[in-house]
């Protein structure tokens, strides 16, 4: 008899389904990958999912990561399959870019009147240049990871207007500020400089959603297992695990510590892997 799945396995078997198709994308296009964040650790760790965790993290070079993004809205994507980024889709909160599968859902109840891309996905990040720990770079290099999460976060700020009040307010407001229009031209602007590494004398690092790891560790690669796959992950792994989480990173956290995203246990989430969001959106 066929073991039922839970509901965070089932979740971490449709990203998987996702990844696959992220790979072949990449594999017929020749474009540069690695597995990052928690999806590395849990290949350095677990081989696999952390097993509380319900998200795949994938990261690219710059060049790499824009051709992926025209690729997907020229139709490389199976019909399964959408492409989701901030320039896309203003509703979307993050400043990466994901793919996922349509007709399901992942979306936070809190969020069930705005409509951005709430099907299942991974999330795509670019590594760009960014100066070293040490830099007197590193304050400016801060500052400006802050604003490209706040000019993403629009529509989260506008969402925070309704539900805070005091000085929270008044600056919810003034950060979603403005028209669409006005927010998209200066966001793909912001990007564009971001993505360039903007003019950093010093670019020992790469952005890494938020913070910085060693940019000379993705020098050479190597594959690593997970689940039942071999993952491509930057040679030197153990310095980007360290810049992430400190070289205690093969410690278990307590067990309070530990936290999944989206995967479908939670009650503040509405998940869905056969019928999708615009059916829960309010």
């Known amino acids: ?36 964040w928690g999806t590395l650790l849990g290949a350095v760790r677990h081989k696999g999912f952390i097993p509380w965790d319900d998200d795949i993290d994938i990261g690219m070079p710059v060049e790499d990561y824009l051709k992926f993004r025209q690729l997907c809205r020229e139709g490389a994507l199976g019909d399964e399959f959408f492409f989701s980024c901030h320039a896309d889709c203003i ?10 599968l349509k007709n399901t859902t992942s979306l936070p109840k809190k969020y069930a009147d705005t409509p951005a891309n709430w099907g299942i996905r991974i999330d795509i990040f670019a590594y760009s240049p960014a100066p070293g720990f040490d830099s007197p770079e590193s304050k400016k290099f801060k500052k400006l990871e802050k604003r490209f999460d706040q000019l993403a976060s629009r529509y989260y700020y506008k969402k925070e207007v309704q539900t805070t009040s005091g000085i929270r307010k008044l600056y919810c407001k003034f950060m979603s500020r403005g028209t669409d229009e006005q927010h998209l031209r200066q966001w793909n602007a912001f990007e564009q400089k971001y993505l360039a590494g903007w003019d950093f004398k010093d670019r020992r690092c790469f952005a890494a959603s938020p913070g910085r790891v060693t940019a000379a560790a993705f020098e050479e690669t190597v594959m690593l297992p997970f689940e039942d796959l071999m993952l491509p992950a930057p040679a030197g792994y153990d310095q980007v695990l360290t810049d992430l989480y400190g070289p205690t990173y093969m410690e278990l956290p307590p067990e309070e510590d530990r936290w999944y995203h989206s995967g479908g246990e939670s009650d503040d989430m509405y998940v869905s892997h056969t019928e999708p969001w615009t059916k829960f959106l309010k």
């Open 1 to 36: 008899m066929e073991e039922e799945l839970t509901p965070l396995r089932k979740y971490q078997l449709t990203e998987m389904k996702i990844l696959k198709e992220f790979m072949r994308v990449c594999e017929e296009n020749d474009l540069t990958w690695w597995i990052g």
């Open 91 to 100: 509703y979307d909160m993050i400043y990466n870019q994901g793919i996922g």
